[in-house]
């Protein structure tokens, strides 16, 4: 990531690990840094800085975007209510059998399509 940042003119990512217990720590180190929006690891870590954010007086997404990963249930009841990327597993799980039987069964198999996502826009970026 940061050789293809480096590549097209742009500033490597901050990498931050977000404690559970202190998701302030993050989001201040955020903001300091001049970061402007956040993709967290799933939607658990995104809803802790939301809570951080709240913490520090500061709100999603005026303050800092937010997204998470997952699309988990409570995402769309969070404030505000969480952007976040959804996985096709099921599709995928299809794709992945489909190319492994055939080349255990000897078939060529070529470039396949493995990840199937899809933004879900909502209020936090």
Do not use: I, Q, Y
């Not at 931050?16 to 993050?26: D, F, H, K, R, T």
């Not at 190319?99 to 199937?116: C, K, M, Q, Y």
């Amino acid at each position: 990531v940061r050789r293809t940042c480096a590549g097209h003119g742009r500033d490597a990512p901050v990498a931050l690990v977000v404690e559970p217990a202190a998701p302030g720590a993050a989001v201040r180190a955020f903001l300091d840094a001049g970061v402007t929006a956040v993709c967290a690891f799933n939607d658990d870590v995104a809803m802790a800085l939301l809570a951080g954010l709240r913490g520090l007086g500061r709100r999603a997404p005026g303050h800092l975007a937010v997204v998470g990963v997952d699309d988990n249930p409570p995402s769309a009841f969070t404030d505000p209510p969480l952007t976040t990327v959804r996985f096709d597993g099921p599709r995928t799980a299809r794709v992945l059998t489909g190319v492994t039987v055939d080349a255990l069964a000897g078939r060529a198999v070529g470039p396949t399509e493995l990840l199937f996502a899809e933004l879900v826009v909502r209020e936090s970026a």
